[in-house]
Nanobody, 124 residues
Framework: VQLQASGGGLVQAGGSLRLSCAASGRTFSNFYMAWFRQAPGKEREFVAGISRSGGSTPYADSVKGRFTISRDNAKNTVHLQMNSLKPEDTAVYYC??????????????????WGQGTQVTVSS
């Protein structure tokens, strides 16, 4: 599957952005989807995930209550609505996909497919 992330940009603290990830090439509903982010000099970290049906949506503690992940299987897209953004949210955001069942859904090694990343910059 090919993943194309978009929607990043520059926003002031307290603002909002909506990221999108468009998938193509395989049956989208077969994939567990997730968003990760990577700040300069830091490891890639899990932000949010969503199950195939959308019924399970785990979040990193740092974004709970501010970010919302959703998916539209008919349109082969997954979104990340980011509200109340903070400077520490600044990073390149990546969408990721996997078909396998894994023990740890928050580790990058669990994912087979990655998008190219979109930059999110939050100014103070």
């Amino acid at each position: 599957v090919q993943l194309q992330a978009s929607g990043g940009g520059l926003v002031q603290a307290g603002g909002s952005l909506r990221l999108s990830c468009a998938a193509s090439g395989r049956t989208f509903s077969n994939f567990y989807m997730a968003w990760f982010r990577q700040a300069p000099g830091k490891e890639r970290e899990f932000v949010a995930g969503i199950s195939r049906s959308g019924g399970s949506t785990p979040y990193a503690d740092s974004v709970k209550g501010r970010f919302t992940i959703s998916r539209d299987n008919a349109k082969n897209t997954v979104h990340l609505q980011m509200n109340s953004l903070k400077p520490e949210d600044t990073a390149v955001y990546y969408c990721a996909a996997r078909t396998t069942v894994v023990i740890d859904t928050t580790t990058p090694q669990s994912y087979n497919y990655w998008g190219q990343g979109t930059q999110v910059t939050v100014s103070s």
